[in-house]
T-cell receptor
Framework: AQSVTQLGSHVSVSEGALVLLRCNYS??????LFWYVQYPNQGLQLLLK??????LVKGINGFEAEFKKSETSFHLTKPSAHMSDAAEYFC???????????FGKGTRLHILP | AAGVIQSPRHLIKEKRETATLKCYPI?????VYWYQQGPGQDPQFLIS???????DKGSIPDRFSAQQFSDYHSELNMSSLELGDSALYFC???????????????FGNGTRLTVT
């Protein structure tokens, strides 16, 4: 069965600093990988996804993630944090032929002025 | 663009009461998922429907049932409510073909259920 582990339930970075949110997955077959963001009182929004092809995936709001099969990782990065990036971020995985998405436990990103 | 619509936004019920949550997917989306997100927790998959048939089942209690109708909207029925059922219930929709993610999940803003 597939699973997702997000390292760090809370991450704080200064405005303008690099954002790095870590995600490792476990899957018996090549996975689809996702990052979702949840702003307060809102539903989840897709930031980016990896299915096949290029391992570096660019998403919305300047975020990107790189699929590293050898490390079973899909870390989310952004070169320069903005105050508006403060939110909860969920890494997620699904199997090729399985509709169900499994979410990690989330990482709350705090942006320090 | 039209999004996933959930109703109601907020719902307050007492223990042992019943509740019905509704989800209207994005037009032409054929797959609906229900997730439960407890306070400070990650979303937990409950159940999904593809073309009006149940396609997968997760950690949905026996007290809950759901269905997808001919217009693709879905309803989550919850009976004998317990305090622990208080959570944010998300519905998501997608357009699925052969079980592949041709489109990502689009989530509604959720229904916040409070059981007192």
């Amino acid at each position: 069965a597939q699973s997702v582990t997000q390292l760090g339930s809370h991450v704080s970075v200064s405005e303008g600093a690099l954002v790095l949110l870590r995600c490792n997955y476990s899957s018996s077959v090549p996975p689809y990988l996702f990052w979702y963001v949840q702003y307060p009182n809102q539903g989840l929004q897709l930031l980016l996804k990896y299915t096949t092809g290029a391992t570096l995936v660019k998403g919305i709001n300047g975020f990107e993630a790189e699929f590293k099969k050898s490390e079973t990782s899909f870390h989310l990065t952004k070169p320069s944090a903005h105050m508006s990036d403060a939110a909860e971020y969920f890494c997620a995985v699904s199997l090729n032929r399985d509709d169900k998405i499994i979410f990690g436990k989330g990482t709350r990103l705090h942006i320090l002025p | 663009a039209a999004g996933v619509i959930q109703s109601p936004r907020h719902l307050i019920k007492e223990k042992r009461e019943t509740a019905t949550l509704k989800c209207y997917p994005i037009p032409r989306h054929d797959t609906v998922y229900w997730y439960q997100q407890g306070p400070g927790q990650d979303p937990q998959f409950l159940i999904s429907f593809y073309e009006k048939m149940q396609s997968d089942k997760g950690s949905i209690p026996d007290r809950f049932s759901a269905q997808q109708f001919s217009d693709y909207h879905s309803e989550l029925n919850m009976s004998s409510l317990e305090l622990g059922d208080s959570a944010l219930y998300f519905c998501a929709s997608s357009l699925s073909s052969w079980g592949r993610h041709n489109s990502p999940l689009h989530f509604g803003n959720g229904t916040r259920l409070t059981v007192t």
